[in-house]
């Protein structure tokens, strides 16, 4: 196992030293080095003041996350530019127009914000700028994301929406996510959730297949849903909705009527994933499209849970044929680069999630973390009843469902969930920190500091982030993967996506760029020679 194993209080204090007596407290609360089961971390706290992390704001989890990806709203930034502006196409979360629909994904609209705006209110803007996207684009429905001036100055965005709604005929949501809600991304998703459960899900009863089902949490980074679906409609499901990657606002208003949900991203969902469970008696798997070993588990899942022979055998047929044709890709990946090892700091779910398919390739993560994991994401659901929420948290709005007495039914008995709860994570997730070895590193809500000090001392050889660290890390001959936005490729997910990520991380990691970084003078002289009578050459 990794330096750390063999001298982990030493490596605490190494990275530990530099800070005062204050931030050490409180960052040392958020580092775990695993041993065995049980260990508490804190996460999703307010981020020290000036310490460099990677964490960004609400209106980036609200609209960034989990609004943005529906391909045919308008998505309408109420506030100055830039928050509009630095968003625009830079998640890849794609997305296709259906037969006959829109897609407004390549576009940015924002109120544009500007003083006078502040001084008297921007709600005429606002009304303004909704009237004007109805007459150019007749969209299907529109969204209004608040940033953080439009709470300050109390812009009414609701009472916008329901005007609007009524004078244009288009359905308007309106999602208060200033920046400075919360402490991260995390708080967006859980406003975001809250809207899509009261405003949409339950509104479209159009009839569905046979197996339904509903992606939660899966956004088509790269093409990734594509991926997923090409493979579940193979087997021989219906995809009802995918929440929210390639989506369109019918699709998701029709979730209810599906069979199943299933899990990606559990930190951005897991809200709506309980309250459909509660409103609609729809149960929830969690779920893991990332590496071979992990995709074919979570297919056996869902084919168990509907319980179905034909589904059953399906199954296995499309695992063999699939992983038949990347076993070769994957085998020869793994030659190559087993016993690397890397470190995994992402958002709230793929430091988890590409773990898996790491080892698959022979690479062993050493160090996980998230930006705006909570403690469950860590530690696993059944902490939950112990977080305690600060007041950063109890802000955020909490919202209770009631049993939909026309649309509620158990798609399966009851006591038959109970039976499959004992096999496989039904309203179950048991985080990140349970497959780490004892010995790695879990960090939360790393820092730039944090970061160098990592990869001076552990020296990885994968670095799996985003895009604010990618270069320094780069710069100090470690290779460093954006797990966000996959470094401008993908899919990742799936038996495709599988070899797909192999290929590029044998790439980055044995690329003959590495030994290029120290300069041949640094490493031998440049020149040779020998003094009359003396022993040494210089
Ligand atoms: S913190 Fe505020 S200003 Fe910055 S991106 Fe988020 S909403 Fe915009």
Same mark, same amino acid.
């Given at each position: 196992m990794?330096?750390?194993k063999?001298?982990?209080?030493?490596?605490?204090?190494?990275?530990?030293?530099?800070?005062?007596?204050?931030v050490?407290?409180?960052r040392?609360?958020?580092?775990?080095?695993?041993?065995?089961?049980?260990?508490?971390?804190?996460?999703?706290?307010?981020?020290?003041?000036?310490?460099?992390?990677?964490?960004?704001?609400?209106?980036?989890?609200?609209?960034?996350v989990v609004?943005g990806?529906?391909?045919?709203m308008?998505?309408?930034?109420?506030?100055?530019?830039g928050c509009?502006?630095?968003?625009w196409?830079?998640?890849?979360?794609?997305?296709?127009?259906?037969?006959?629909?829109q897609n407004?994904?390549?576009?940015?609209?924002?109120?544009?914000?500007?003083?006078?705006?502040?001084?008297?209110?921007?709600?005429?803007?606002?009304k303004?700028?909704?009237?004007?996207?109805v007459?150019?684009?007749?969209p299907?429905a529109?969204?209004?994301?608040?940033t953080?001036?439009?709470g300050?100055?109390?812009?009414?965005?609701d009472?916008?929406?329901r005007?609007?709604?009524?004078?244009?005929?288009?359905?308007?949501?309106?999602?208060n996510?200033?920046?400075y809600?919360?402490?991260?991304?995390?708080?967006?998703?859980?406003?975001?959730?809250?809207?899509?459960?009261?405003?949409?899900?339950?509104?479209n009863?159009?009839?569905?297949?046979?197996?339904?089902i509903?992606?939660?949490?899966?956004?088509?980074?790269g093409g990734?849903?594509?991926e997923?679906?090409r493979?579940?409609?193979?087997?021989?499901?219906?995809?009802?909705?995918?929440?929210?990657?390639?989506?369109?606002?019918?699709?998701?208003?029709?979730?209810?009527?599906?069979?199943?949900?299933v899990?990606?991203c559990h930190?951005?969902?897991?809200?709506?994933?309980d309250m459909?469970?509660?409103?609609?008696?729809l149960?929830?798997?969690k779920?893991?499209?990332i590496?071979?070993?992990?995709?074919?588990?979570?297919?056996r899942?869902?084919?168990?849970?509907?319980?179905?022979?034909?589904l059953?055998?399906?199954?296995?047929?499309?695992?063999?044929e699939?992983?038949a044709? =990347?076993? &070769?890709? %994957? *085998?020869s990946?793994?030659?190559?680069?087993?016993?690397k090892?890397?470190?995994?700091?992402?958002? #709230? /779910?793929?430091?988890?999630?590409?773990?898996?398919?790491?080892?698959?390739?022979?690479?062993?993560?050493?160090v996980a973390?998230?930006?705006?994991?909570?403690?469950?994401?860590?530690?696993?659901?059944?902490?939950?009843p112990?977080?305690?929420?600060d007041?950063?948290?109890?802000?955020?709005?909490?919202?209770?469902?009631?049993?939909?007495?026309?649309n509620?039914?158990?798609?399966i008995?009851?006591?038959?969930?109970?039976?499959l709860?004992?096999?496989?994570?039904?309203?179950d997730?048991?985080?990140?920190?349970?497959?780490?070895?004892?010995g790695?590193? =879990?960090? &939360?809500d %790393? *820092?730039?500091?944090e970061?160098?000090?990592?990869?001076?001392?552990?020296k990885?050889?994968?670095f #799996? /982030?985003g895009?604010k660290?990618?270069y320094i890390?780069?710069?100090?001959?470690?290779?460093?993967?954006?797990?966000?936005?996959?470094?401008?490729a993908g899919?990742?997910?799936?038996?495709?996506?599988?070899?797909?990520f192999?290929?590029?991380?044998?790439?980055?990691i044995?690329?003959?760029?590495?030994?290029?970084?120290?300069?041949?003078?640094n490493?031998?002289?440049?020149?040779?020679?020998?003094v009359?009578?003396?022993?040494?050459?210089?």
């Open positions: 990794s330096e750390l063999k001298n982990a209080d030493k490596f605490l204090d190494d990275l530990m030293e530099v800070y005062p007596a204050k050490m407290k409180n040392k609360k958020h580092v775990v080095v695993k041993e065995g089961a049980g260990q508490e971390i804190a996460a999703n706290t307010r981020t020290v003041p000036g310490i460099i992390t990677n964490r960004g704001c609400c209106y980036a989890g609200c609209k960034g609004i990806p529906i391909v045919d308008v998505h309408i930034v109420h506030g100055p530019v509009a502006y630095y968003a196409g830079t998640r890849r979360n794609k997305g296709k127009a259906r037969e006959g629909g407004f994904l390549n576009y940015c609209f924002t109120t544009d914000m500007q003083e006078s705006d502040i001084v008297f209110g921007g709600e005429k803007k606002l303004k700028a909704i009237e004007e996207a007459e150019l684009f007749q299907k529109i969204s209004i994301s608040a953080c001036p439009v300050l100055i109390g812009d009414d965005i009472a916008v929406a005007e609007m709604s009524e004078k244009t005929g288009v359905k308007i949501l309106s999602f996510c200033e920046g809600k919360g402490v991260s991304q995390s708080a967006g998703h859980h406003i975001a959730n809250n809207k899509l459960m009261k405003e949409v899900v339950g509104t009863d159009s009839p569905v297949g046979k197996f339904s509903n992606l939660l949490g899966e956004y088509n980074i990734d849903e594509w997923i679906s493979v579940l409609s193979k087997i021989g499901y219906n995809l009802v909705t995918t929440m929210t990657g390639n989506s369109t606002i019918d699709e998701i208003a029709n979730a209810h009527k599906s069979d199943l949900n899990v990606q930190r951005s969902i897991n809200y709506i994933a459909i469970e509660e409103k609609y008696g149960n929830w798997l779920g893991n499209f590496g071979v070993e992990n995709f074919s588990k979570t297919l899942n869902i084919a168990r849970y509907f319980g179905d022979e034909g059953i055998a399906r199954t296995e047929e499309v695992i063999a699939e992983v044709e =990347i076993k &070769d890709t %994957l *085998n990946a793994k030659e190559k680069l087993n016993g090892t890397a470190v995994l700091y992402v958002g #709230g /779910s793929r430091a988890d999630h590409y773990q898996g398919l790491l080892r698959e390739i022979g690479i062993e993560t050493i973390g998230y930006e705006f994991g909570h403690r469950d994401d860590y530690e696993g659901r059944d902490v939950i112990y977080i305690k929420l007041a950063d948290t109890r802000n955020i709005e909490e919202i209770t469902v009631e049993k939909d007495e026309k509620y039914s158990l798609r008995p009851a006591d038959k969930v109970d039976e709860k004992k096999e496989m994570p039904i309203a997730y048991e985080g990140l920190m349970k497959n780490m070895a004892d790695s590193l =879990i960090i &939360d %790393l *820092n730039h500091y970061t160098e000090k990592i990869i001076e001392i552990l990885p050889e994968f #799996g /982030s895009i660290d990618k890390v780069h710069k100090m001959g470690t290779y460093s993967k954006q797990m966000h936005s996959y470094d401008y899919p990742y997910a799936g038996f495709k996506g599988a070899a797909n192999a290929k590029d991380v044998e790439a980055g044995l690329t003959p760029a590495w030994s290029y970084l120290t300069p041949p003078w490493k031998e002289p440049l020149l040779k020679g020998k009359e009578g003396v022993e040494e050459a210089c």
